[in-house]
């Protein structure tokens, strides 16, 4: 069992965990998948599409740029060569929006940080390009509460291992706190690490596990981030 008072390091993911990140990304898409609907159905667009971005990740990784560039390669090879280079500056365009939107801070998540960031050090570790990354915790205003910033290429055991390692920490006095069971939880499990599941409305198909992954696995599921603070027996600070 979990003592909280035994916690050095409490991590948490970016994207849908402290503020929103993936309903842009559908509505982006669905944009251009009308953009291009004279030329195909944009059911057949979007499904060709995520084909194409997961066959990409080891190439562009995660984030807008990626998310761009595996838009063209779709409409260019849906379209065999057809679409315009003005249609491919409008993908560019609508695709831009994807580095500056404002970032909406979910509910709780000041009121958590400031509460957490008083007891134990806290880090943010999230994937995807640097920049835009850290663009992104620029624009939340909550990255004063972190002590720590990890951008990595991916969540796996090996990453979570070297982090851990980086800061001298041991896996019993590690939490991570995250919407993405496959990135935020089964991971830092495997590492003998804590983890919290803190659910978001929607999740990319690339981040959903079956069924049978999470067998003999137990962790905890909050319905919001506020109930970190019941599970670890902490009162909310006023901000």
């Not at 409490?10 to 842009?24: C, M, R």
């Not at 998310?67 to 993908?91: C, D, H, P, R, Y």
């Not at 003998?192 to 659910?199: D, K, L, N, Y």
Request: glycine letters at 6%; a negative charge.
């Amino acid at each position: 069992m979990l003592r909280p008072e035994s916690l050095k390091l409490i991590a948490f993911d970016a994207d849908d965990t402290l503020w929103v990140n993936e309903p842009n990304y559908v509505n982006v898409q669905q944009t251009l998948s009308e953009l291009l609907a004279h030329y195909v159905d944009p059911k057949q667009m979007i499904d060709r599409f995520y084909v194409t971005q997961i066959k990409n990740l080891d190439l562009f990784g995660y984030g807008a740029k990626g998310f761009m560039l595996s838009m063209i390669e779709t409409a260019i090879e849906l379209t065999n060569g057809a679409v315009t280079g003005a249609e491919i500056q409008q993908i560019i365009d609508v695709s831009k929006s994807l580095l500056n939107y404002p970032i909406d801070v979910l509910d709780g998540v000041h009121e958590v940080l400031d509460t957490l960031s008083r007891r134990y050090d806290l880090m943010i570790i999230t994937k995807g390009d640097l920049f835009d990354q850290e663009s992104k915790i620029a624009r939340s205003g909550v990255g004063n509460y972190f002590k720590h910033m990890e951008i990595v290429s991916e969540k796996d055991p090996a990453a979570y291992r070297r982090i851990l390692q980086r800061y001298g920490i041991q896996p019993s006095e590690f939490l991570m706190i995250g919407n993405s069971v496959k990135s935020d939880i089964l991971p830092v499990l495997e590492i003998g690490a804590w983890a919290v599941h803190v659910p978001f409305e929607i999740t990319w198909g690339h981040e959903l596990v079956p069924g049978e992954r999470l067998a003999g696995r137990t962790f905890p599921r909050m319905t919001t981030i506020r109930e970190v603070l019941t599970w670890l027996d902490l009162p909310e600070s006023a901000c």
